[in-house]
């Protein structure tokens, strides 16, 4: 029990000292998990309003399979990822292996189903009030679109949230298209996981407390928007 308390002591002195490389590491997941959210949200919450709006073959595969998605493993994801990427790969000239945007894009991938399936749950609980009143005024779908996404703001941040959420905290696609290449491509997750494998818990266990902060504001976040909702 004396290292474990010996490492929550050195712990708090890295966070409170601001250390260096945690600051580093931190900001890393941050920016890596911000901009693969912001690409994930353009592209999901379209398709989900897209869906949604509008009837054609296939609609019900699709819905299961974007639901059947929100469950990948990120593991699979950053296997198929580091396939294209890799030297042999198809995207192999793109040279992004073992890059922060190499982790971008897979976080994106992780992120998209999971932003469009909360979106399209949303967006198909909306009073259906809202699209009769928009096309007797002679609104088309952009302004029917933007009706129910005032309506459904709150369900739809929450969705962005908890897609944030997901990305924040994954560790198989950054491990396996990032390298956890130290002052580069090493973030939260893939530190913690080395410095346990080392022995060093100070800097493990730091990282882990800004992690579960992070999760802990998140997830009071989906509350509150659910309580707005």
Do not use: C, H
């Amino acid at each position: 029990m004396e290292f474990i308390a010996e490492g929550i002591k050195n712990a708090f002195s890295l966070i409170i000292g601001l250390d260096r490389e945690m600051v580093a590491i931190v900001f890393l997941s941050l920016k890596v998990s911000t901009l693969a959210t912001t690409i994930a949200t353009i592209i999901s919450v379209p398709i989900a309003f897209t869906i949604a709006l509008r009837e054609f073959t296939g609609k019900r595969f699709l819905i299961t399979l974007i639901n059947t998605l929100m469950s990948l493993p990120t593991v699979v994801i950053g296997l198929l990822l580091y396939s294209f990427l890799s030297r042999r790969g198809p995207l192999g000239f793109t040279n992004l292996l073992y890059t922060p945007w190499a982790m971008v894009i897979g976080q994106a991938i992780l992120a998209f189903p999971l932003i469009t399936g909360f979106s399209l749950s949303a967006i198909r609980g909306a009073d259906p009030r809202i699209k009769e009143a928009v096309l007797a005024l002679g609104g088309g779908d952009m302004r029917v679109a933007i009706g129910i996404g005032l309506e459904k703001r709150f369900a739809l941040l929450a969705a962005i949230a908890a897609g944030f959420g997901r990305v924040f905290s994954e560790v198989g696609i950054s491990m396996m298209v990032g390298g956890n290449i130290r002052w580069y491509t090493r973030n939260i997750t893939t530190a913690i996981a080395l410095e346990t494998g080392k022995g060093e818990f100070a800097l493990g266990i730091a990282l882990g407390i800004i992690l579960l902060l992070t999760a802990f504001v998140i997830n009071f976040l989906l509350r509150y928007l659910e309580g707005k909702r």
